[in-house]
Each structure stands twice: as structure tokens, then as C-alpha cells.
């Protein structure tokens, strides 16, 4: 990057503007050596505006697989043979029990989200009653719904529920998208999300990289979640699962995902933005510094793939010198856990129950560790 061009952008974040197209492509372009400069420099934006606060947010998926959609990325597309949990909605009391134990470790935002193309009215009405038991049952929790295509009505019935939030990813360019899906178009996905917006629900969209995009297509999807106004940013990396049309995409390092995510950050500089799904797989062993970017990750696992524990999640915020944040600030911005679970414990408590406590087992011919446990299966979940 040019002298002096990294303090221009950075500047013009700390004023809540977003970078420039040209600006977003040479953070994109910069060379391995120049990333720890590019991190730093993020890292004062997002300091500015969130301080040193991590908010967790825990995926609860109520349906599983199955999904009538083509998307290419997607394990759950009935177009998938991965192997991940296939199930549909799972009961009321395995709902709870999940979001208890989000709550339990730390999670400011539950994240309630089915595959498919879109709820039917009936699915609508389903999910406004768990998320209007879960308001009630923990008044300072955020809560996300995700739960494909939506229209006006349907929007404003998850509203009133008291759904916070409604998650519905661009997930890339609109010049790219033909090449990930054939059966909706991103023109629909942006319809949703302005559909959210007008019933008053929080806007939840954001991206994957990794998918074959150009540098220009990352650039055009982030500025395009500016324009519906994206309250929260979440950034997938691709997990290439086995059995997905875009299993042979290996074009991300650990470098690039955080030029990318700081990329993203300087476009969205007052904005959540979250790392996603992929940040174990694919930034390793760099994967603490991706909090000095972000002010938002997952606790514990995703919807079909494996995270790192819940543990180690909370340990690497320590480490770094960050915060969990409370769902609601409490006086010292701080939230109390009660004590970590103790993994002989929780194996102990598992096998009285007669859960399968092995854990971690399945990882496919691509190396992506699929979620065995947690809602949906009969082994504990992994916070
Ligand atoms: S619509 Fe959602 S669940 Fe269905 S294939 Fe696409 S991303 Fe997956």
C-alpha cells in the first residue's frame, strides 16, 4: 500500500465513513507483510467504537438439511451428500435447554435459525411463540431469527414476537451470484432483508469469501450491506465441505481472511461485524487476532461444522486482553460466568444421562469438522 494511504482510510473510519472502493481493494491487495499493519490499523477502529467487548453469539438450528435451494456453498441443500445432521424442528424443550445453555456461557444474542426457502405461515407462527417465550424468559437477551425469505407480514409477526434481529446473508456480489445459486435470485435476498427493515426488525447480512469471487465482487457485497443498512456484519469464510459443489476451493489463508475481515471493517466501521463460520478452519493458528478486528464472534459451534469449544472461545478473549460483553451492560461492562465447566464433569453428567460424550469425531475428506453434538443430536452442546 502507498505511505500514508493506511492512516487515510483508518482516519476516515475513526469518522464512522467507509473506505473507498479503491481504498477497500488495496487493504484487499496488500501484500502478507503488510497485514499485521492493516490489522493494527482496523484494530484502532474498532477499539474507537467498541472498546475492548466481544459480543457471543450462540446458533441454535431448529431444522436441519433438507433445503429445497441450490446454494453451492451450502451443506444443507438437498443438493449436499455432506455429512451433517439432517433433522426437522426439533422440540420445544430442546430449544430451551440450548438457549439455556448459550445464556449459560456468556451468548449476548441467540441466534434462532431453520434451513429452507422460506417459513410457511404455520412456521411463522411456530417460531414467534419460542422467540416470545425466550423474551420473556430472558428480557436482556438479543434475539436473531434466520429463517430464510420473508414478506412484510411475516416480518412484522416475528417483530411483535420480540425478534431483535433477522438474519438473511447477500452472501456475494450481485455480479457473482448467478454462480453460486440457480434457484433465487440475490435481487430476492435483498427484498427480504428491506422487508425486515420496514417491520422494524435489526438487519443481519453479510457475506462468504472464498466462493471464486474477485477482489472487486468482496469489495461490491460489502459496500451493497451498507445500502440495507446492515446493523450487523457477519463474515463467513467457505468451509469447502465434502459433498458441496464448491468443495475444491482452497483459495483462502489465514493472511487473506484478515485482510478480508479488515477489509470489512473499514467499510462497516460503527457496524458488528462478526467472524463466522470458517475462522477455526481457515485462520488457524491466527485466529486471536481476528478479535482485534471484530467486536463479534460464534460461541462454540455453527449450524452444520464444528467451532473450537466454548472454552477455548472465552479463554482467547481473556488472553487477548478483551471482554465478553453482557447482553445488557451491567455496571462493570462486564458478565459474570459461573464456574467453567469441567470437562470430567460434563462427561460424567453426559453419561449419566446416557449421551454420547466423544465429542469431535467427524471430519471430512476436506478437513471440516462436522457438528456431532448441540441441538438436533443426543450429545451435549459445545459452549
Ligand atoms: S437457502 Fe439457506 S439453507 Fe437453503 S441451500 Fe441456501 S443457504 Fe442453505
Not at 80 to 97: C, H, K, L, M
Request: aromatic share 4%; proline share 4%; with cysteine.
Amino acid at each position: 500500500m502507498q505511505v500514508g494511504e493506511l492512516d487515510e482510510i483508518t482516519a476516515r473510519a475513526l469518522r464512522g465513513e467507509p473506505a473507498t472502493t479503491e481504498q477497500a481493494l488495496d487493504i484487499l491487495k496488500a501484500g502478507d507483510d503488510e497485514t499485521m499493519s492493516v490489522v493494527a490499523a482496523a484494530g484502532r477502529v474498532r477499539r474507537h467504537f467498541f472498546g475492548t467487548g466481544v459480543r457471543l453469539n450462540y446458533l441454535v438450528n431448529l431444522k436441519s438439511g433438507l433445503c429445497s435451494e441450490d446454494c453451492a456453498y451450502c451443506s444443507q441443500s438437498l443438493a449436499s451428500t455432506a455429512q451433517i445432521p439432517r433433522y426437522s424442528w426439533v422440540e420445544d424443550g430442546e430449544v430451551r435447554r440450548a438457549v439455556e445453555a448459550g445464556v449459560a456461557r456468556g451468548a449476548s444474542t441467540v441466534c434462532l435459525v431453520a434451513s429452507g426457502r422460506g417459513p410457511s405461515r404455520r412456521e411463522v407462527d411456530k417460531v414467534a411463540g419460542i422467540v416470545a417465550r425466550i423474551h420473556r424468559e430472558h428480557p436482556s437477551l438479543h434475539i436473531c431469527t434466520c429463517l430464510g425469505f420473508l414478506d412484510d407480514e411475516k416480518a412484522k409477526t416475528l417483530y411483535e414476537a420480540g425478534s431483535d434481529r433477522y438474519n438473511h446473508n447477500l452472501n456475494t456480489a450481485e455480479s457473482h451470484y448467478c454462480e453460486i445459486c440457480s434457484t433465487h435470485s440475490y435481487a430476492d435476498r435483498v427484498a427480504t432483508m428491506q422487508a425486515a427493515r420496514r417491520a422494524g426488525i435489526s438487519p443481519c447480512t453479510g457475506l462468504i469469501a472464498g466462493m471464486g469471487e474477485t477482489d472487486e465482487q468482496l469489495v461490491e457485497v460489502a459496500l451493497a450491506l451498507r445500502e440495507l443498512d446492515a446493523e450487523s456484519v457477519p463474515v463467513n469464510l467457505l468451509l469447502p465441505f465434502e459433498g458441496t459443489r464448491l468443495a475444491d476451493h482452497r483459495e483462502l489463508t489465514p493472511q487473506r481472511c484478515l485482510r478480508i475481515l479488515s477489509m470489512v471493517r473499514m467499510i462497516h466501521p460503527d457496524r458488528e461485524v462478526r467472524s463466522a463460520a470458517g475462522r477455526e478452519y481457515h485462520i488457524r493458528t491466527l485466529q486471536p487476532l481476528v478479535l482485534e478486528v471484530c467486536n463479534s464472534i460464534f460461541l462454540g459451534d455453527y449450524l452444520t461444522s464444528e467451532g473450537q469449544s466454548g472454552r477455548d472461545d472465552r479463554e482467547m478473549i481473556a488472553d487477548m486482553g478483551f471482554h465478553v460483553e453482557a447482553p445488557e451492560p451491567s455496571t462493570s461492562g462486564q458478565i459474570c460466568f459461573g464456574p467453567e465447566p469441567d470437562a470430567r464433569s460434563v462427561v460424567a453428567v453426559a453419561s449419566a444421562l446416557g449421551e454420547d460424550t466423544t465429542g469431535p469425531v467427524l471430519v471430512d475428506a476436506a478437513g471440516v469438522a462436522i457438528r456431532t453434538r448441540g441441538i438436533g443430536t443426543s450429545s451435549l452442546p459445545n459452549v
